[in-house]
């Protein structure tokens, strides 16, 4: 299997991963979400944020509430290759590819350490040249249409995972949502994840679990996405 490393993220042996706005946010199930007026970024495409620009707008230990600790560190995109084969359906290993940010011009990966959990969160903040980014959400939109389950073979050996879309809350130019739950043992690895799309960025929520269904905090998303915005009208 393709594995595809975050660091708080490892895409391909188990995918790690909004409250409803006022006035009324759309809701969408697997489709992506219309764009809203506080968070969409010029449609015309202008050189990408680097690596410094987007560590310098990740959300911090400040702002997230009940934390012991957030980290953000820059990814060279290049370092996303491996030896892995590709999982057992098509649909989810383009699906795995495209959160991968392999194509991005630029990449920086967060980590959350929740204070009431043991299990991490995280966030993944990737730039893309010229339209790039619109295609690399398109890819995800469109193998979740069919992607449902995969097996492969990951660093900790066999892995058989299910992916379900769920609804989410309007943000950004595009959004989608989707959870995936992996069999451990006699517990259930329960992963929540929110794609955004702002502009030429994407933007990559995580919420791990076991045996429960997590959910990352919408008002930071929000807050990630609208940074996100504002960074690139400037």
Not at 49 to 63: F, P
Not at 103 to 114: H, L, M, P
Not at 138 to 155: E, F, I, N, P, Q
């Amino acid at each position: 299997m393709r594995a595809r490393r975050h660091g708080w993220l490892l895409v391909g042996t188990v995918l790690l991963a909004y409250a409803a706005t006022a006035c009324g946010a759309a809701e969408s199930s697997g489709a992506a979400a219309s764009p809203s007026a506080s968070a969409s970024a010029s449609a015309s495409p202008q050189e990408a944020l680097s690596a410094r620009e987007l560590k310098s707008l990740a959300i911090t230990g400040d702002e997230v509430p009940g934390n012991r600790g957030v980290s953000a560190d820059e990814r060279d995109p290049s370092t996303m290759d491996n030896t892995f084969p590709p999982v057992s359906d098509s649909s989810c290993q383009k699906m795995l590819d495209a959160l991968g940010a392999g194509t991005a011009s630029a990449v920086v990966d967060g980590i959350i350490n929740w204070k009431d959990s043991i299990y991490a969160g995280g966030f993944g903040l990737a730039s893309y040249d010229g339209t790039e980014a619109e295609d690399t959400f398109a890819r995800v939109r469109t193998s979740l249409k069919t992607c449902a389950d995969y097996t492969g073979v990951g660093y900790t050996g066999k892995v058989s995972a299910h992916v379900a879309t769920e609804k989410i809350a309007r943000v950004g130019d595009e959004s989608i949502a989707f959870r995936t739950t992996t069999p451990v043992n006699d517990h259930v690895r329960n992963e929540q994840l929110v794609l955004v799309r702002v502009g030429q960025v994407t933007a990559l929520f995580s919420m791990l679990d076991v045996d429960h269904s997590g959910h990352f905090p919408m008002d930071l998303i929000r807050k990630q996405v609208d940074r996100l915005a504002r960074a690139q009208h400037a």
